[in-house]
């Protein structure tokens, strides 16, 4: 739970000064919080995941565009491109260099067929594309103000992964291999659960 709240820190910074001051103050202060994010981790002797590289990545670059330019067009975009990384990184990953980037994430808990991890890492690419394109229609429809776009950003995103989580958990729960299996007898593999 502490990784997790860690992991949202730039973003609660965000639409706490969003709320306080405006769209330019949040920005920089969610850049800020990034970049404090990674030295806090540095400091610590922990491991900088890749995924804060990227995060700081494209805060800064998008961020830093919002602030030059005066327009929050490229911060109403950093959710997107950081989604559509991800989903592109899991998709090409799997079908150019024939690795299965959620099989290496999660390998090393979980035990699934080949079929079920293709599966999963398949989902979760949709997940992050889909979730870039609902990003950009609440942002750019006009059906929305900045305010409700902010609220989306923070809440809204937060909302859909933590749906998809629990759907994932629900279809993980079918599809894993029982480690109670191997402990009868070791030398034996786990029963796969088939698709």
């Not at 306080?20 to 404090?36: C, N, P």
Request: proline share 3%; charged share 15%; with cysteine.
């Amino acid at each position: 739970m502490k990784k997790f709240l860690f992991d949202l820190f730039p973003l609660i910074l965000f639409f706490a000064a969003f709320k306080f001051a405006d769209i330019y103050t949040a920005t920089a202060v969610a850049m800020a919080a990034a970049i404090l994010q990674i030295v806090w981790i540095k400091l610590t002797g922990k491991k900088i995941e890749g995924m804060h590289w990227i995060n700081l990545g494209v805060i800064v670059v998008f961020g830093g565009m919002t602030l030059w330019l005066k327009d929050d067009t490229f911060i109403k975009w950093k959710p997107t491109v950081l989604y559509w990384l991800f989903g592109s990184a899991l998709l090409i990953s799997k079908l150019f260099m024939g690795r299965n980037l959620m099989q290496k994430l999660l390998g090393e808990k979980i035990s699934m067929s080949d079929k079920a991890w293709t599966r999963m890492n398949a989902s979760w690419a949709i997940f992050f594309l889909c979730a870039g394109g609902v990003n950009l229609f609440v942002a750019f429809s006009g059906l929305f103000t900045q305010d409700q776009w902010v609220s989306f950003k923070v809440f809204g995103l937060m909302g859909l992964l933590i749906v998809f989580v629990i759907g994932q958990s629900v279809w993980l729960g079918k599809h894993i291999e029982h480690p109670d299996a191997l402990a009868t007898d070791p030398a034996k593999p786990a029963a796969i659960k088939h698709d």
